[in-house]
């Protein structure tokens, strides 16, 4: 059972252009939700996160958009530049234990092109 | 400030070999550390989790096991690789600000 969906699974937008990446989950116990990105042959870095206590998080150019209601979120990137090109990952995690387990969606492959 | 190393940064093993990956973390004390698992073009898969020295959690094994030995110290490992164990292993440490985990550098692994 995939508990965090990402689409489109990969997305090109010219540069300047708003690139948008959803992200849906099921567990409604889900109570924080990190992005990350991923360079080719790096290991991910956080972006930005948000907690459901917010509908909204901006950080710069990279916002999410978050809506429990419907149990989906989005990250808009604004003004998207060539370095932006990466794979983004949306995850998931409940309730504040040690464990706290992040479940991952599949990604998506953003390309910027100049 | 935290870092956080892994070794080896690659290795090429061939099936049925053991292996040992490890981790160590400094700057942070008594860290919750974490062990993913990442394969080719793939998402990233919690293995394993420890809080504390000598306590690990298994999230999903991959015929794989992991100990503490050390409280900066996390050790991936296995006696007998299968060809599914190649990939992107990460390890992770989590801040104490609620789930926020960030990752060391990976080790990749090639099991032919």
């Known amino acids: 059972q995939q508990q965090v969906r990402q689409s489109p699974q990969s997305l090109t937008v010219w540069e300047g252009e708003t690139a948008i990446l959803n992200c849906s989950y099921e567990d409604s116990t889900f109570d924080y939700f990190p992005w990350y990105w991923q360079f080719p042959r790096e290991s991910p870095a956080l972006l930005i996160a948000?907690?459901?206590?917010?509908n909204k998080k901006e950080d710069g150019r990279f916002t999410i958009f978050f809506n429990k209601r419907e149990k989906k979120l989005s990250l808009h990137i604004t003004d998207s530049q060539p370095g932006d090109s990466a794979t983004y990952f949306c995850?998931?995690?409940?309730?504040?234990?040690?464990?706290?387990?992040?479940?991952f969606g599949g990604g998506t492959r953003l390309t910027v092109r100049p | 400030a935290q870092t956080i190393h892994q070794w080896p940064v690659a290795e090429i093993k061939a099936v049925g070999s053991p292996l040992s990956l490890g981790c160590t973390i400094k700057?942070?004390?008594?860290?919750?550390l974490y062990w993913y698992w990442q394969a080719t073009g793939g998402t990233l898969q919690q293995l394993f989790y420890s809080i504390t020295v000598g306590q690990v959690e298994s999230v999903v094994q991959l015929n794989l096991s992991a100990s503490r030995p050390k409280d900066d110290q996390f050790i991936l490992s296995t006696e007998k690789l299968l060809l599914s164990h190649s990939g992107f292993y990460l390890c992770?440490?989590?801040?104490?600000?609620?789930?926020?985990?960030?990752f060391g550098p990976g080790t990749r692994l090639t099991v032919l």
């Open positions: 700057g942070k004390s008594s860290p919750n």
């Open positions: 995850a998931a995690s409940a309730n504040n234990n040690a464990g706290a387990k992040l479940t």
């Open positions: 992770a440490w989590r801040t104490d600000n609620y789930a926020e985990q960030f």
């Open positions: 948000i907690r459901p206590v917010s």
